[in-house]
C-alpha cells in the first residue's frame, strides 16, 4: 500500500543552491528537512508520519553572472543589511551566499496510513498547504503551491495508476535519482589500475572539467619532451549516458557527541552537538516520463546499524514498510478514486 502528499509547482525565492564542494541545486537534506518540519507540524492534529520525498525540479534561475565573456560564473551578491545612513563611514559587510529561485514539485511519502473521509479529505489538504506557506524550504520563501493532493493505491493496478497519475502531474520536469552505484564502478575500475587510487580521484572524474594533452608527433622517432607541442583535449567522464551531476547527500561525523551546552557558541544550547563534514556522490536528473515506480525515487534518511551511528546519510533504498501498510483498504480505495478525480 503506497499513500503520497504531492505538492505541485512549488514555487521558492532565493533558494540556496550552495551544497558541500557542490552548487546549482539545493542538497537534498534540505527537503528531507522540511519534510520532517511538516510532519513536526502536521502530527499536532493527525497521527501521520511522512519518511521521504522525491524533487522534480520544473524551472529554475541562478543568481549568477559573469563578469567577463570566458570568465567563470559567479554569485550575485547583496549586503545584509542594506546600506542605511548610519553606514557612511563603513558599509555593512557581504556574507558570501548562493541564491536560486526554483520551481519544483515534492512527493512526499506518507509512513503511516491516514484515513479520512472526503471532507476530511478537504481540510487536510488545506493544513498541510498552510503549513507549508509558513515553512522555508532550502532557506528560501515558498511563494505559491500549484496543487496539494494526498494520493493512495492499495492495489498493483491502483499502484499503476497512481504512478500514471502522478507522472503526467510532474510533466514537464526532471527527477533526481541517487547514482552512487556509477560511482563505485569506476572506483573499482580505478583501483584494478592504481591500488593507491582513492574514492575522491573517482568521483572528480565525474565532478570536475580534465584535459588531457595529446603530442603532436611530427617526428615518431623524436622523444617527447616538454618542449613538445600538444592539443588539449577534454577528458571525457566515465559514464557518458544521463545528465549526471555531482551532489551532498548527508553528513559523517569527525568528532564525539558532545553533551547540550558543552560546546560554546552553537544555535541550540538544548542539543548536543557533533561537528560533521559533507559526503557527496553523484546523482542523474532523469526525466519523469522515464519512471517506472515512483517509490524508487524516493529519498529516505539510512537506517542506523550498529556502529553506524556517525553516518547520517540520505538514500534512494526501497522501502521496506510498504508491506506493512495493509489496513483499512476499503477507506484508501475511495479516497484514492476521490483525489483522482479531482485532477
Not at 525540479?57 to 567577463?68: E, F, G, I, T, W
Not at 512527493?107 to 503549513?131: Q, S
Not at 484508501?332 to 479531482?342: G, R, V
Request: net charge neutral; charged share 25%.
Amino acid at each position: 500500500m503506497s499513500q503520497y502528499i504531492v505538492l505541485n509547482k512549488v514555487k521558492v525565492q532565493n533558494a540556496n543552491c550552495i551544497a558541500g564542494f557542490t552548487w546549482g541545486f539545493p542538497a537534498i537534506t534540505n527537503f528531507l528537512g522540511f519534510t520532517h518540519a511538516l510532519q513536526r507540524k502536521l502530527s499536532t492534529e493527525y497521527d501521520i508520519k511522512l519518511s521521504g520525498c522525491a524533487v522534480v525540479c520544473h524551472d529554475h534561475q541562478l543568481h549568477v553572472y559573469k563578469p567577463k565573456k570566458n570568465a567563470d560564473f559567479e554569485f550575485i551578491q547583496s549586503k545584509n543589511p542594506p546600506v542605511l545612513a548610519k553606514h557612511k563611514k563603513s558599509s555593512p559587510p557581504i556574507i558570501e551566499e548562493g541564491k536560486m529561485n526554483v520551481t519544483l514539485s515534492i512527493i512526499i511519502e506518507v509512513a503511516t496510513v491516514l484515513t479520512v473521509t472526503n471532507d476530511e479529505l478537504k481540510h487536510f489538504e488545506k493544513r498541510v498547504l498552510a503549513t507549508c506557506l509558513t515553512n522555508r524550504l532550502a532557506g528560501g520563501t515558498i511563494l505559491d503551491i500549484g496543487k496539494i493532493k494526498l494520493l493512495s493505491a492499495s492495489t498493483d493496478d491502483q499502484e499503476q495508476a497512481l504512478n500514471r497519475k502522478i507522472k503526467k502531474l510532474m510533466m514537464p520536469g526532471f527527477v533526481l535519482q541517487d547514482r552512487s552505484d556509477y560511482l563505485q564502478t569506476h572506483f573499482e575500475c580505478l583501483k584494478n589500475k592504481d591500488p593507491q587510487a582513492k574514492l575522491i580521484d573517482a568521483w572528480l572524474d565525474f565532478s570536475a572539467i580534465k584535459h588531457q594533452a595529446i603530442p603532436v608527433e611530427e617526428d615518431k622517432n623524436t622523444p617527447l619532451t616538454f618542449e613538445t607541442k600538444a592539443n588539449w583535449n577534454i577528458l571525457k567522464r566515465p559514464v557518458s549516458k544521463g545528465y549526471l551531476v555531482p551532489i551532498m547527500t548527508g553528513y559523517k561525523a569527525i568528532s564525539e557527541l558532545f553533551s547540550a551546552g558543552e560546546v560554546e557558541d552553537t544555535r541550540d544550547d538544548l542539543t548536543p552537538t557533533r561537528f560533521v563534514e559533507a559526503v557527496h556522490t553523484i546523482a542523474e536528473w532523469k526525466g519523469i516520463h522515464r519512471v517506472t515506480d515512483i517509490n524508487e525515487m524516493i529519498w529516505r534518511y539510512q537506517g542506523r546499524k550498529n556502529n553506524e551511528s556517525d553516518w547520517y546519510l540520505c538514500t534512494q533504498t526501497k522501502n521496506e514498510i510498504k508491506e506493512e501498510q495493509s489496513t483499512n483498504s476499503e477507506n484508501i480505495i475511495t479516497n484514492f478514486a476521490s483525489a483522482l478525480a479531482q485532477f
